[in-house]
């Protein structure tokens, strides 16, 4: 009879649990497994950004905020034009007769999904609901108090703005030469409307430009919401407008709110996982829809503004993409692009291609953005997005993709940060092979050279013999033997700063004579620059993504190299943490000297394979993961620079990683979930069965490829580019003998230039 009760009480008990949380059997979708907040909380630097948006959409918006821990929302965002940028434009719906441009408010209550926003501003008691669709969007604002008015108050910060018979429209003024307009209309009529002057509305006044510029809506008593539908434009407000009316006629936020949903799971759904740790699928598809934050589509029924040449253009069925730091995006976001979207990915490339003749130099872009190639960061590395592309198949004009790949390096310094033609520094390494360093107290002679980002002599010479051999690739694809040899002899310019005597790579001046003293924690002054960027010496060290085989043999052998690998993730830091950070805080997410918060670390981890240790990779891709990328608030270690960092995440979580842009191979690592189906851009599946894994179980004990028996800790893109299937046995013990004999190595260019046949192969 006890038994009885206890089984009636149990079940009673699960019932009221389901009643009160409807959705617990409800199955998730993947975009219910992102977390928009993970990582809004910087570990030292830069946060990342809930950034509401359809997948490389033009509208962008997130709360305007330092970080998560800011206390206040500075009003409400309507565009973001850069992916760190605040907002263009600035909402602020108010109950109060004190009017300002920009409401602060105190908020609760805040819902951030990728599709979808909705935040209480508690003081003011009006409920806000948002959802965006592709260079549109709507806000609902609830307002909550009858007794008192209801105004809104749009601000152009630093434009115009125009209000006429309850319509506002204007622009704001961004840098160089590119506007972003706004058009934006209520669905209700106001009681008045007018031009906010002196905290009043002047409702004689229906226009006004120069910063704050801000028009006001003022709804009588009473008002419970307010919808208001606006469009963006880059071309004009009449666009603007066009835009809104093309995407928002006939629709309310819910319908909105519903495609923008279903438009997500579409783009998420090309990766489909099974296994029952939910925080590593959270982890993933986070991660995933980070990827998909840049770069953003601004063509606008069939033109574009560019403001390469501030010119509008036709786009002539070839969507625009900008807003791309491809220093950060090149190594993992471009490729797994590629993998699962090759026609965007193609669309992006010619993107670049029509940004190089817009500049009028043909020169590749290396940091495109709404406003411009900013050419932030150090070396050329489009060139690696074509070479990789260009190597895997991608239908583009390769022929001028090279010319401007060559023009990029050739003809533009590479003086970190500067668009600038060749100057010194570039003829000295044209003739000499390396950029040359300043001893201490030498003063700087190139006026190319930025005064605070410096010459990053080591950076820039081993980050432009990368570049090189991905211009070599090209050449040869092409059929320019004569350029491909001479550009395959400059990919081995890293020997000429390679110190045999230490291991690393070590700045020199021009006359050769090495820097000394010297410290590769911490020599270089601010994040290093003199002679490296934002990263040590110890990251630098391995920064030869083209040639680990030479690297390997430079070193004396896998054994010192394993060696060196392993020293690096037991190095300490060797000062105090606030000292170490106060120099390189760009270095964070430390294990030792390797740090998981910057791109040239990525490639690290995997490095194992190509020394007959590829269960060290797994090791420690699996700790590296668990430690540093987590579902929460400062689940990110560094700068996340919109789906950089993210794309090693995904990668990585899957079981694989290109290590080489411009190989068409990955590396294998260790997946952490059970099943795990890529959608590719042609439509068919590659598969990867991870048998046995869990948390513990993260050791290979052997493979099988395409049916095949598979010793390799790698495999090409010719492999999987149709479909197949990886199936991995895992185990909680490394299997030290799988991958580990010398023809299992993954390519390198010594590699293959010693064997022809897996040139062939390629």
């Given at each position: ?69 800011d206390?206040?929302l500075?009003g ?12 263009a ?25 990728p ?24 806000y ?8 008192r ?5 749009i ?13 506002v ?10 506007r ?16 906010l ?25 009473g ?45 998420l759904?090309?990766?489909q ?11 993933l ?15 606008e ?12 253009h ?17 190594r ?20 670049y291609?029509?940004?190089a ?8 872009p290396?940091?495109p953005?709404?406003?411009?190639d ?9 060139v690696?997005?074509?070479?990789d ?14 010319e ?16 600038a ?21 030498e ?14 002599a ?12 991905c ?12 350029e ?16 045999s005597?230490?291991?690393f790579?070590?700045?020199k ?25 934002e990263?040590?010496?110890?990251i ?32 300490p830091?060797g ?13 964070t997410?430390?294990?030792?000297q ?14 194992y ?5 590829p ?8 700790t ?12 990110i270690?560094?700068d ?18 290109p ?11 260790s ?17 990867i069965?991870a048998?046995g ?19 390799k800790p790698?495999?090409?893109h010719?492999d999987?580019?149709?479909?197949g ?38």
């Open positions: 009879m006890k038994l009885y009760y206890y089984i009636i009480i149990s079940i009673t008990f699960m019932l009221l649990s389901c009643k009160s949380n409807p959705d617990i059997n409800k199955q998730l979708e993947p975009v219910d497994y992102v977390n928009p907040y993970m990582g809004n909380i910087s570990h030292l630097l830069v946060p990342t950004f809930p950034t509401i948006h359809l997948p490389n959409s033009m509208l962008r918006i997130y709360p305007e905020r330092s970080d998560y821990t206390q206040q500075h409400l965002p309507l565009a973001v034009t850069s992916h760190r940028g605040c907002s434009f600035n909402l602020s719906p108010h109950q109060d007769n004190n009017l300002s441009p920009v409401i602060n408010y105190s908020y609760d209550h805040e819902i951030i999904k599709y979808y926003y909705e935040v209480l501003l508690d003081e003011e008691q009006i409920n806000i609901k948002y959802a965006p669709s592709h260079q549109s969007a709507i609902q604002i609830e307002y909550q108090q009858a007794d008015p209801a105004y809104i108050m601000n152009s910060r630093n434009g115009g703005i125009k209000i006429d018979n309850g319509t429209s204007g622009y704001q003024q961004l840098e160089n030469n590119t972003i307009y706004l058009y934006m209309k209520p669905d209700i009529t106001p009681l008045q409307e007018g031009i002057e002196n905290k009043q509305i002047n409702s004689f006044i229906k226009e006004a430009k120069g910063n704050d510029a801000c028009a006001v809506l003022h709804f009588p008593k008002t419970k919401t307010v919808n208001l539908y606006y469009g963006i434009s880059f071309i004009s407000v009449e666009q603007a407008r066009k835009n809104m009316e093309r995407e928002l006629t006939g629709a309310d936020l819910n319908t909105i709110l519903k495609k923008g949903r279903e438009i997500w799971n579409k783009a759904r090309t990766i996982v099974e296994d029952n740790n939910e925080e590593n699928k959270r982890v598809y986070t991660s995933f829809y980070r990827v998909f934050e840049r770069p953003v589509c601004i063509s029924d069939g033109r574009y503004f560019s403001a390469f040449d501030g010119k509008i036709e786009d002539k069925g070839k969507p625009f993409y900008t807003d791309d730091w491809i220093w950060d995006t090149y993992a976001a471009h490729p797994l692009r590629l993998l699962i979207d090759e026609k965007t990915e193609t669309n992006i490339i010619d993107s291609l029509r940004m003749e817009q500049m009028g130099n043909m020169w590749m290396t940091f953005e709404i406003t411009g900013s050419r932030r960061m150090n070396s050329n590395h489009a690696a997005t074509i070479a592309a260009a190597t895997k198949g991608l239908n583009f004009n390769l022929e001028k993709a090279y401007a790949c060559r023009k990029g390096i050739e003809e533009k310094t590479l003086a970190p940060w500067s668009d033609k060749a100057g010194w520094i570039d003829e000295f390494y044209k003739i000499n092979g390396y950029i040359p360093a300043l001893q201490e107290g003063q700087e002679i190139d006026k190319n050279v930025h005064p605070f980002e410096k010459r990053q080591i950076a820039v010479t081993l980050g432009t013999a990368y570049d090189q051999w211009l070599s690739q090209i050449a040869r694809i092409l059929g320019k033997n004569k491909a040899d001479y550009y395959s002899k400059c990919a081995y310019n890293y020997r000429n700063v390679y110190n005597q230490t291991g790579f070590h700045p001046d021009q006359k050769g004579k090495w820097i000394t003293p010297f410290d590769y924690r911490y020599s270089g002054g601010q994040g290093a620059r003199n002679y490296y960027g990263n040590n010496g110890w630098y060290r391995w920064d030869v993504p083209h040639n680990i085989e030479d690297l390997i043999s430079l070193m004396g052998g896998k054994e010192k190299f394993i060696s060196n690998l392993d020293q690096m993730f037991l190095e830091l000062k105090s943490k606030f000292e170490f950070y106060a120099q390189l805080p760009d270095h997410g430390n294990v030792g390797f740090s998981m918060a910057n791109e040239p670390s990525l490639h690290i981890p995997y490095l394979n190509y020394a007959g240790q269960w060290k990779t797994q090791k420690l891709i699996r590296l993961l668990k430690t540093w990328f987590r579902n929460d608030l400062m689940g270690p560094g996340e620079d919109g789906g950089g960092m993210s794309a090693f995440v995904v990668f990585s979580s899957l079981g694989f990683y290590v080489t842009p411009g190989f068409p191979a990955y590396n294998i690592g997946p952490l979930f059970s099943k795990t189906k890529v959608k590719l851009s042609n439509g068919k599946i590659f598969e069965e048998q894994v869990s948390e513990e179980n993260k050791y290979i004990q052997s493979a099988n490829l395409n049916g095949q028996k598979w010793n790698w495999f090409s010719d999987i580019k149709n479909g299937k990886l199936i991995l046995v895992m185990g909680n013990k490394p299997n030290k003998t799988w991958g580990n004999t010398p023809d299992a190595v993954p390519p390198s260019t010594d590699k293959l230039c010693n064997n022809a046949n897996q040139q062939l192969a390629f």
